[in-house]
């Protein structure tokens, strides 16, 4: 039995992946594009913030925040409505709307709104929203049928608190570089960092957000944050990645990589950890989600190992990929 997906508190951070079915490298340029306009869309019409984000060949990466849900009008929910559909079908809801309000039918007219008020402020509703809008779009360009995405997205519940929002921020911006793609993840235009050097607001904002400096000076926000890729990511003997002699050596010693090179890797503990932050945090998440455990599992915390993660935890105890393949035998 598959478990149940870790819900936080209103105003969460979660770090969703999605890939395409079989893996396959079907996200060109023209693809990625169209996705992140899909994306940006169905961003304004849910209410649900992205922090950063990364689109590579196969899959892709987004760290959001869901907020409380808000109380909208009549007008408001039109305006968000008319991020991810046509004009006709905006004014059609406006026209019952106000058939309905005219009429004295007040539960209709709530009925009609909540069929999109459902959809809002929520994660599940986001991903699904966003993989069908962009499913359907490719299929179309490309002359196709059938699923696009495989299986449900991963999630992992962040603490809505700098150090965890960092790390996983700069592990998601730098996906590029790890994959080889680009020396400087500012070179990658399909992610977050790299639209808000170029002057996307929304970006700027959402890294704003990650250093818990929202609405703050942008120069200063970039210097912050460029350096926080470049002290976790900065690459080592390789351009995009640590060689296995080295990942070995370090085994063999026992010893632990360096921020650097942790970001080097794929680091398991980021995409798959289920829930990341503080000792403290974690634990609170385990007990309101308890059930979810076998019985002999007495702690929800699992400190981050192989290096210096500034006390992070998360509720699994994983690992780096790369120091998988030497440890299976062990």
Known sequence: MRMRRIIGDPGAAYHCVSRIVDRQMVLGSVEKEKFRSVMRSVEAFSGVRILTYAILTNHFHILVQVPRQKELTDEALLRRLGFIYDRGYVNEIRRLLEKYRAEGKVDRAEALREQYLCRMYDLSEFMKTLKQRFTQWFNGYHEREGTLWEGRFKSVLVQFKPDALRTMAAYIDLNAVRAGLVEDPKEYRYCGYAEAVSGNRWSRKGIGAVLGESGGDWRRISRSYRQTLYIRGE????????????????????????????????????????????????????????????????????????????????????????????????
């Open 235 to 330: 690459r080592s003997e390789k351009r995009h990645g640590i060689s296995p002699e080295k990942v070995r050596k370090v085994i063999d010693e026992r010893g632990k990589l360096s921020p650097q090179e942790l970001m080097q890797c794929r680091v398991r503990y980021l995409s798959d950890g289920v829930a990341l932050g503080s000792k403290n945090f974690v634990e609170n998440v385990f007990a309101m989600n308890r059930e979810q455990f076998g019985p002999r599992r007495k702690t929800g915390a699992r400190p981050m190992k192989y290096g210096d993660w500034g006390g992070l935890c998360t509720m699994r105890d994983l690992q780096c990929t790369i120091y998988e393949k030497f440890t299976t035998n062990e």
